[in-house]
């Protein structure tokens, strides 16, 4: 079975009080407040999916607080809606310590630092974990984040992606600079390493500057693994000349088959590969079928309307408070913010246009992300049903409460798709290339 066609899957986390479901720390079942200040919190989700043979966990980050709601971050910081911002580079060191197979995703933004920086983070984690690192690479849609690492004001959103495309020109150039027959470790002759095989690198462009040596010794086992979410069209741009594997976000299928095949067009039209793409879920999964779907609404009657605007209202880049909840969510006016999250969230699965208020009751469990509820073997289900329908690679699924959601998952839910032959039973590989794209 190790060639035959599988469902990957990673878990997605953020390094705050919450992962996507608002108000989740004010659940009795969670667990993250307190795990906020306590390694072994996230070394046992760690342990537990690698007990699960995830390919990976997956951080997404917000890495500042959202203040576009009425101009204010009042209600982010009332609600905890992706408030505190911890940086979630520790956390990759200390799972990818805790586990032998596991990936180790992390979303780093090209803002706020520089890519000589960047890269340096990233290429020191990939060594330390074997090949086992995965970096999410992102433009930076909040003005939050553009303000507070210093640029002064909210860049606008295709100039983002020229920006983060000379940004990754530097690592490129970074990682080519230092070839694996450059290293001689020679302790006989005093040779650390071959001068005339490592190139400087001194680049000048419109945004960035750098001039010196790679920083990190290569990685026999390769750099890490690129993923990418935009979804607008410059997006996917950047994403079929940078992308590995594309992360998308839609909140029902037709929305995935229709992103699967602009993706594919995409390709196309620059001469990229095929793109391998996976899908956000969000599985809810109790004994009975009625016992998950009260414990959705269960969990959304906590959250109040003004979290979900709040947190909208950053990802989206527009004040919400200014919209009739009751009438449909527009597009007429222009979005800095994530225009592929706004057009997803902007129609239901009938492509009717929904509501201000129904989209703010889908998303104060998680932001776009299709939910699928109810036993075990509906949820296994569903999974399978997905994956042969869309043709994607896999899922990269969020929690509503943790570390509960990680737990009935893997306990009960990934029996059921090795059972069927779906999903692996073990680890082929070391390293995430290899178990997730089949690459050394």
């Not at 004001?153 to 000379?166: G, I, L, N, T």
């Not at 004994?287 to 947190?311: G, I």
């Not at 073997?377 to 994607?392: N, P």
Request: negative net charge; charged residues 25%.
């Amino acid at each position: 079975m190790a060639n035959a066609p599988r469902i990957h899957l990673f878990q997605m986390l953020l390094h705050t009080s919450i992962t996507h479901t608002l108000m989740a720390w004010a659940d009795p079942a969670d667990g993250q407040l307190d795990g906020l200040e306590d390694y072994g919190y996230w070394t046992d989700i760690a342990r537990t999916l690698e007990r699960g043979c995830f390919d990976g966990v997956f951080f997404a980050d917000s890495p500042a607080t959202h203040a576009v709601y009425k101009g204010t971050a009042r209600p982010s910081v009332e609600y905890g809606v992706i408030w505190p911002n911890h940086d979630p580079m520790p956390l990759i060191a200390v799972m990818s310590a805790a586990t032998k197979h596991l990936g180790v995703c992390v979303t780093m933004s090209t803002n706020g630092t520089s890519p000589y920086l960047a890269c340096r983070r990233i290429s020191t984690l990939n060594y330390l974990s074997r090949g086992r690192v995965g970096w999410n690479i992102v433009s930076g849609f909040s003005r939050a984040e553009h303000l507070a690492c210093g640029l002064g004001k909210q860049v606008e959103h295709d100039e983002r992606y020229d920006m983060a495309d000379e940004f990754m020109e530097v690592c490129y150039r970074l990682w080519d600079g230092v070839p694996q027959e450059a290293i001689l470790a020679d302790k006989a002759a005093g040779r650390f390493a071959d001068p005339q095989l490592v190139r400087e690198v001194d680049y000048t462009g419109k945004y960035y500057r750098c001039k010196g040596m790679g920083p990190v010794l290569p990685s026999k086992h390769g750099r890490p693994v690129l993923f990418q979410a935009g979804s607008s069209g410059r997006g996917m741009e950047f994403a079929m000349k940078h992308a590995e594997v594309i992360f998308a976000i839609q909140n029902h299928v037709p929305g995935m088959k229709k992103a699967t095949a602009q993706l594919q067009a995409q390709a196309r039209k620059h001469g990229a590969p095929e793109p391998r793409v996976i899908f956000g879920l969000q599985p809810i999964v109790r004994s009975t079928e009625a016992q998950a779907r009260r414990r959705v609404q269960e969990l959304r009657e906590r959250v109040p309307l003004e979290a979900n605007l709040a947190r909208m209202s950053g990802v989206f880049g527009l004040d919400l408070s200014q919209f009739d909840p009751d009438r449909p969510l527009s597009d007429a006016q222009e979005s800095q913010g994530s225009r592929g999250l706004m057009a997803s969230a902007m129609t239901n699965e009938k492509g009717e246009q929904a509501t201000l208020r129904d989209v703010a009751e889908q998303w104060a469990l998680g932001p776009t992300i299709k939910q699928v509820v109810g036993t075990p073997e509906m949820v296994a289900d569903e999974i399978e049903s997905i994956w042969r329908e869309t043709g994607c690679l896999g899922f990269n699924l969020s929690p509503t409460t943790n570390p509960d959601s990680v737990n009935d998952f893997v306990d009960h839910v990934i029996p059921i798709l090795q059972k069927r032959g779906v999903f692996r039973r073990e680890y082929e590989h070391a390293t995430l290339r290899e178990n997730l794209l089949g690459q050394d």
